[in-house]
């Protein structure tokens, strides 16, 4: 009996082997996490830049049937008293609100594509995302407690960054649709869609100044830099030769809060909108980035990477009185502070 004992012995190793073999492997984010839009080489060589905002076809957004978990609008109010964000305490990145003092995280959308950089109307009462549940990153909008989802883009190329016109008509954002990355805006019902950029290289985090006339904006690969234009894309001039990221006008407009690398660290920055006045605030070498501003321009809320992965913190302008809103293991990212519609009146 003992060589069957011993062939049953050796089979039995064998089936175990094989099964510790077959580890489950959770599928990994589409995109990668970082704390910037993807950025890629330019498939082409683009002819002189022009100014001239450019009509494109336009579309209808399409209305999607709801997968996140829909919360009563009540609980939603607007007022300032939120805090959209991104976060991968699910598995995956979703997009989740919270009380300004990090209490009643709620999650928005429940899907297994990435969904990325919230961005409030200016009444509170919507936020539009990047998602990419349609293949590649596209641009939606839902109401603040996660219902009426919506699409503003579908493209085959991709469609990243939005932020909302501060009249709540429009929104800006950045897409490779013509094979590089440029500056678009359509209104939020989809029409009138147009190019405010076109040159050889690729731009990135427009962002509206709170009275509505001028845009912000990064360009790389063709003489680098961060720039400002008009809202319709003309009069563009350079403001600093080092490329800023995730760009927040102050509530008043007379300052821009941003995050940089040009002094070998991702820190955050102060610049009045001449590009003046450059002042850096982060009080940590390990990386603070994507800031907004509360609604009475006194606070700023960013993610930081100083506990070993991406939290949620909120600091005076100096970086004193720093808090920490979110403490987990998985990562916590570009923060939206929810606007009052009293604070985006110039």
């Not at 049937?65 to 959209?84: C, D, H, K, L």
């Not at 509170?124 to 407690?145: C, H, L, V, W």
């Amino acid at each position: 009996m003992k060589p069957i004992h011993s062939l049953f012995v050796i089979v039995s190793l064998l089936l175990l082997a094989a099964c510790a073999g077959q580890v489950h492997r959770t599928p990994t984010s589409p995109l990668p996490d970082e704390s910037t839009s993807p950025i890629e080489p330019p498939t082409h060589t683009a002819s002189v830049p022009t100014r001239t905002a450019l009509p494109i076809a336009t579309r209808t957004p399409t209305a999607i049937p709801p997968t996140a978990t829909v919360f009563p609008i009540e609980t939603v109010t607007a007022g300032g008293g939120w805090i959209a964000y991104t976060s991968k305490r699910s598995g995956n990145a979703e997009i989740y609100i919270m009380r300004t003092d990090g209490s009643a995280r709620l999650r928005l959308t429940n899907h297994p594509a990435y969904d990325a950089w919230p961005t409030w109307s200016p009444d509170g009462t919507q936020i539009a995302f990047m998602s990419k549940r349609n293949g590649n990153p596209d641009i939606y909008i839902m109401e603040a407690n996660g219902s009426n989802l919506r699409s503003l883009t579908h493209h085959a190329a991709n469609d990243t960054w939005p932020d909302w016109s501060p009249d709540g008509s429009k929104i800006a954002f950045v897409s490779r649709r013509d094979g590089n990355f440029e500056v678009y805006v359509v209104n939020v019902d989809g029409s009138h869609l147009q190019r405010l950029t076109n040159t050889p290289g690729h731009e990135d985090f427009a962002t509206w100044s709170p009275d509505g006339t001028q845009i912000i904006f990064t360009r790389i690969e063709s003489n680098e830099g961060t720039y400002i234009m008009n809202a319709d894309g003309s009069n563009e001039r350079k403001l600093a030769d080092f490329l800023g990221l995730e760009f927040a006008w102050s509530p008043d407009g007379t300052k821009i809060a941003f995050g940089s690398d040009h002094q070998g660290f991702r820190g955050l920055y102060l610049m009045d909108p001449d590009g003046s006045n450059l002042q850096c605030i982060s009080r940590t070498m390990y990386g603070d980035n994507g800031p907004d501003w509360s609604p009475d321009g006194t606070r700023l809320v960013f993610s930081s990477w100083r506990d070993g992965d991406w939290e949620i913190y909120v600091m005076n302008l100096d970086g004193g009185d720093l808090q920490q809103l979110t403490r987990n293991l998985a990562d916590d990212e570009f923060p939206a502070w929810q606007p009052t519609q009293a604070s985006q009146t110039p």
